[in-house]
């Protein structure tokens, strides 16, 4: 117990640090909870915000762990976190799924299974404005008084830091889904050599959205967007895609899902040499039903005077362009892109991501793993994936244009 009052002192100091000297505030936050996460050794964590103002509801506003609580929210008084906003006290909770507080829709929705937590009020001088609750330890133990006193700091000290600096924490917008998986899971190989990539993804991804992927080599990115985008099939679980079934279609179905409703952009931009930007688009085109023209999807990647060039007659910035405009020839519902500007210098990558942005906003949803976390500014949302499973979900209510990136 000494250790553990010396370590938890050791992380108020650090979140008392991140909370004064931080650019962003909601980037402090965000740390701070991650900090207390891994201090108490708890499967995931919530701060929640309260609509006081406006339809006295409660909406997460950063989260770690593998639930993805997109488009969730609480009515003050429902459930344990809209129970610990209106009275304003610290519960700790030893078996939610026995709690007739709990909300139980939230494990449905979600594919996580709360158990136990710890939720404690966040409140300025006047009033409570919202809470954090620390979710299920790792080694299936309860928390204790210690754990309870470094989530009351948490809050305590989050309360002082957005009132000083006015922070709007914000209500997340609520959007249909696109994409669902729920404990997904992706083996590879038999016996002695199987090996397991996917470890039981949850997630979900909203009409219209820019979802960046991060994650360190081998944690499943790479793997989890072949199978959205129906290149390789899951092992066990569910993906839903606009409401259907995808999880375990026949080839023939896969073929159609992939091309007619997805577009990819790759690393290594796979145009074909012997024909031209305009020839590269219209082999895409003759596949799919209704395409765009491909010399308006040459014009919208700014390259229109190049379509009877020749890839090798291009730069890897045009060339990529080129890719783009190919994806868009379908005119799909949902883009993939797996690590789109890593062959790039800065300068072109910028160019290349301005064009991404332009088709954002024209309301395509887009997919991009990435190892560059500073692209991970540009999006909606960012999901950190380790080990198999999606470790950690960012909301970015501030996102960045292309042109403000640095690396």
Request: net charge negative; charged share 25%; glycine share 8%.
């Amino acid at each position: 117990m000494e250790n553990n009052r010396i370590n938890y002192t050791q992380v108020v100091w650090e979140i008392t640090r991140l909370l004064q000297e931080a650019e962003s505030l909601e980037d402090a936050l965000r740390t701070s909870l991650g900090e207390v996460v891994k201090a108490v050794g708890a499967e995931a964590g919530t701060i929640w915000s309260y609509n006081i103002s406006g339809d006295k509801r409660i909406y997460p506003s950063f989260w770690i762990g593998g639930a993805d609580l997109t488009g969730l929210s609480l009515a003050a008084g429902e459930g344990i976190a809209g129970a610990v906003v209106q009275s304003g006290k610290t519960t700790v909770v030893k078996d939610c799924q026995k709690d007739p507080r709990w909300a139980g829709r939230f494990d449905e929705a979600t594919g996580f299974v709360t158990r136990s937590m710890v939720c404690v009020p966040l409140a300025n001088k006047y009033e409570v404005i919202g809470c954090i609750q620390i979710i299920n330890k790792k080694d299936g133990t309860l928390y204790n008084d210690e754990d309870v006193s470094l989530c009351e700091n948490l809050a305590m000290l989050s309360a002082i830091a957005i009132d000083e600096n006015g922070l709007n924490l914000g209500f997340a917008e609520e959007k249909k889904s696109i994409i669902s998986l729920r404990n997904v899971t992706k083996t590879f190989g038999s016996g002695e050599t199987q090996v397991q990539i996917l470890k039981g993804v949850n997630l979900d991804v909203r009409e219209g959205e820019f979802l960046v992927i991060l994650g360190e080599s081998g944690c499943g990115k790479s793997t989890m967007l072949n199978i959205i985008g129906g290149m390789d099939q899951l092992t066990t679980g569910q993906f839903l895609f606009d409401g259907k079934d995808y999880s375990h279609l026949d080839e023939n179905s896969l073929t159609m899902y992939r091309r007619n409703s997805v577009g990819f952009i790759f690393q290594a931009y796979n145009l074909m040499p012997t024909l031209t930007a305009e020839e590269n688009l219209n082999f895409i085109g003759e596949l799919c039903e209704k395409p765009m023209d491909a010399s308006e999807a040459l014009k919208s990647v700014g390259l229109l005077q190049r379509k009877n060039n020749y890839p090798s007659q291009m730069s890897g910035g045009q060339q990529q362009r080129v890719s783009i405009a190919r994806a868009l020839i379908k005119k799909p519902r949902l883009i993939l892109a797996d690590e789109p500007t890593a062959a790039l210098d800065y300068e072109t990558s910028i160019e290349v991501l301005t064009v991404l942005e332009n088709v954002i906003k024209a309301g395509t949803t887009l997919l991009m793993v990435t190892h560059n976390e500073e692209i991970a500014k540009m999006a909606n949302r960012v999901i950190r994936m380790k080990g198999g499973v999606v470790a950690e979900v960012i909301v970015n209510r501030h996102p960045a244009s292309a042109k403000e990136l640095v690396w």
